[in-house]
């Protein structure tokens, strides 16, 4: 059965930090690119950051300087460091991983994410 459970969620002031977790399970992860979507309130999803099978990352521009996904193949995990948070920021995050080769997709529940004062 395959599952991808985030956490770090939560309320942060802005300017503030979070890390979000995406740890899978029932999958090769190895064979996985991995990436990060969010979701605002009436809006639709998008995707924010996302890794390659060999580590090569790309980033939306709303986040790229502020947020870092990483990976660690041995515990099977995603990251997304989230750094200079904004309001606008606010969103359901969700984790979504792609097979290399079948280019078969999965997603996590999400975690919600708010910033404000």
């Known amino acids: 059965q395959v599952q991808l459970v985030e956490s770090g969620g939560g309320l942060v002031q802005p300017g503030g930090s979070l890390r979000l977790s995406c740890a899978a399970s029932?999958?090769?992860?190895?064979?996985?690119?991995m990436a990060w979507y969010r979701q605002a309130l009436g809006k639709e999803r998008d995707l924010i950051a996302r890794?390659?099978?060999?580590?090569?990352?790309t980033y939306a521009d709303s986040v790229k300087g502020r947020f870092t996904i990483s990976r660690d193949n041995a515990k099977n995990t995603v990251y997304l460091q989230m750094n200079s948070l904004k309001p606008e920021d606010t969103a359901v995050y969700s984790c979504?991983?792609?097979?290399?080769?079948?280019?078969?997709?999965?997603w996590g529940q999400g975690t919600q994410v708010t910033v404000s004062s």
């Open positions: 979504n991983s792609e097979h290399i080769y079948s280019r078969r997709k999965y």
């Open positions: 890794i390659t099978s060999g580590g090569s990352t």
């Open positions: 029932g999958i090769s992860f190895n064979f996985n690119h």
